[in-house]
């Protein structure tokens, strides 16, 4: 069984069935399964598969790189005593899932990066069941969201290889009737509270609630409320006179990645004083908001240090090999003086939030873009970010949602008024989901409407190239001068953009390629070095050239890992280091150590 630990850490229950590991597969190349209808004779599917890993991959045994749009999957799994409701969970399946239970059409979900359930009650059986996916990923569709996967077999240039299928873990939970859907925690950092939106499937009589909130092993909030409709909104003071607060400014129980406190929270649903529901979260109390040109984490001015981070493995691509392998980068990222991330071109596993909240790690939230403008796009990204919100919401590490990058799937931005009033649309669309987070609508330029201007630039040149590398430095100094300058030959804003006073950040730069067993003629980067001293140099270059501005409040290095042909990571793509850590972290920590 591959990846045991249970993947919904914000709505934890003990009971469940865990779906991993080797199930039946197909590569359906002529696209006949549907018509010949595979569904019902899943023996047809001659291959095997270790879930969750897709089929290009290496630990999915399987490890096929060519081109197929259509495959499917089948395993059985075993009822031993039926629940009144059966949930059936997807972490995320790319791109289209069509999911069979016994032989009988359950429902389709379409998006390759969030998660989805379906209520398979009226389809399963005491005993042996049988689970079948039939999945469509439109390689060549340009209007999907597809992010950094490539259309073609063999990837290059910025483009990876293609994740197709199931990539997150399968799981079944059975439960009463009545059960817990959904809560959300709103934090309220200067009232000192937090509000709860709780969501069960029905509307049920005698239900009630009890609610136990815990701060370091201390019962904060023990409270039971009665349910009269689906959805009910409670509200508590988390401090209540319980909590000391001798830290100045609430250090001591707000959430930060220098502090990340958090407040474990059990949810115990009842009926007629029963338990029929039980479920385990926890939330951070955490603020994040602009004031006067300034970013402000818990009401205190914040300066972020972020890394690119693509989120792909060697071994399994877009998912990881291991949950201590998200543990890890995290604490590689830190240790290299990072105090957060910008998952770049994907929705990440809900697991990585999970311990960027409790290891203290800021994040950008990102979503796979479209390649190209069409209505289908639009509707699809909306869709898509309704439940990347729906699903993240609580994670107190997110503190940004990034909906659209370098116009990609706007390209005509800058003169289109469909495309302009699209990325409007979707900053609205976010902000108006969830109003405790920053959004940035297009990142790297031609923005529109957004909280933070998020520049990129990776003009800095090499370190002969002095002409450069001054340029760099002058159109990074001032204000006018980054909101002037045209990399990629861009505007940074459009000309109604309707947020020019916000704070600017360099949201990507750097990109230095550097392979020490040599750099391959064809490995990919914005600029090279050659040794490890060269490697170091170039990066303080970089680095020194942000911290001379006086303009940016922040920066986000491209990137951590290599990955495929990329060399330009800090990492190798199997996350060693390049070169001692402690020279990068003493460069981020703005003391520039000697070799």
């Not at 002409?467 to 300058?485: M, V």
Request: aromatic share 12%; proline share 4%; with cysteine.
């Amino acid at each position: 069984m591959m990846r045991q630990e249970y993947p919904r850490p914000q709505f934890e229950r003990k009971n469940w069935i865990n779906l991993n590991g080797e199930w039946s597969f197909e590569l359906d190349k002529e696209a006949v399964g549907q018509k010949e209808k595979w569904y019902l004779n899943p023996k047809m599917l001659s291959k095997k598969i270790q879930v969750p890993f897709v089929y290009q991959s290496k630990l999915s045994g399987v490890e096929d790189k060519s081109a197929c749009e259509n495959v499917w999957y089948s395993r059985n799994f075993n009822i031993e005593e039926l629940t009144e409701t059966t949930l059936l969970h997807f972490g995320a399946v790319d791109y289209q899932a069509s999911i069979y239970v016994n032989n009988e059409f359950v429902g389709k979900h379409i998006g390759g990066h969030t998660s989805f359930t379906f209520d398979i009650s009226n389809y399963v059986q005491q005993g042996d069941n049988v689970l079948t996916l039939s999945v469509f990923d439109p390689l060549t569709d340009e209007g999907i969201p597809r992010g950094k996967q490539y259309w073609k077999e063999t990837p290059e240039s910025i483009w990876y290889t293609n994740t197709t299928g199931i990539w997150q873990t399968v799981w079944i939970e059975q439960l009463a009737d009545v059960y817990l859907e959904k809560v959300h925690f709103t934090p309220d950092l200067d009232a000192q509270s937090v509000k709860l939106n709780i969501r069960t499937n029905r509307v049920s009589d005698d239900l009630s609630i009890r609610i136990k909130i815990q701060f370091k092993n201390q019962i904060v909030v023990d409270s039971t409320s009665n349910l009269f409709q689906a959805e009910s909104e409670i509200q508590f003071n988390v401090l209540q006179n319980k909590i000391m607060n001798t830290v100045a400014h609430g250090a001591g129980w707000t959430w930060s990645p220098e502090n990340p406190n958090l407040f474990d929270v059990e949810l115990i649903l009842m009926q007629n004083g029963k338990i029929i529901d039980e479920v385990k979260s926890y939330f951070g109390m955490r603020k994040i908001h602009i004031e006067n040109g300034k970013i402000m984490l818990n009401n205190r001015p914040y300066y972020q240090k972020l890394v690119l981070d693509q989120g792909y493995w060697p071994k399994s691509l877009m998912t990881t090999p291991t949950d201590e392998d998200f543990i890890k980068d995290i604490q590689l990222s830190k240790e290299m003086g990072f105090n957060g991330c910008r998952k770049h071109q994907k929705t990440e596993d809900p697991r990585f939030l999970y311990h960027a909240d409790r290891l203290g790690f800021l994040v950008w939230g990102e979503c796979a873009a479209p390649a190209n403008y069409h209505p289908k796009s639009v509707k699809l990204t909306v869709n898509e970010w309704d439940e990347i919100i729906q699903r993240d919401y609580n994670h107190p590490s997110i503190i940004a949602w990034t909906p659209l990058n370098e116009s990609w799937g706007i390209s005509e931005i800058n003169y289109d008024k469909a495309q302009q009033h699209f990325a409007q649309s979707i900053y609205h669309f976010v902000k108006g989901q969830d109003k405790t987070r920053l959004v940035i609508a297009n990142d790297g330029w031609e923005m529109i409407e957004t909280d933070i201007i998020g520049i990129h630039n990776y003009t800095h040149g090499a370190a002969n190239e002095t002409g450069k590398y001054q340029q760099y430095i002058k159109d990074l100094s001032t204000r006018d001068n980054l909101l002037q300058a045209t990399p990629a030959n861009r505007n940074i804003l459009l000309e109604n953009c309707v947020s020019s006073n916000h704070p600017i950040m360099l949201t990507e730069f750097g990109g230095i390629a550097y392979n020490p067993k040599a750099v391959p003629e064809d490995a990919w980067g914005y600029s090279s070095a050659t040794s490890p001293e060269e490697y170091v140099n170039d990066y303080r270059r970089t680095i020194h050239a942000i911290y001379q501005s006086e303009a940016l409040v922040g920066f986000c290095y491209t990137q951590l890992t290599d990955v495929e042909q990329e060399t330009n990571g800090l990492l190798t793509y199997d996350r060693q280091p390049k070169v001692d850590l402690s020279l990068i972290k003493a460069i981020n920590d703005n003391m520039y150590m000697e070799d």
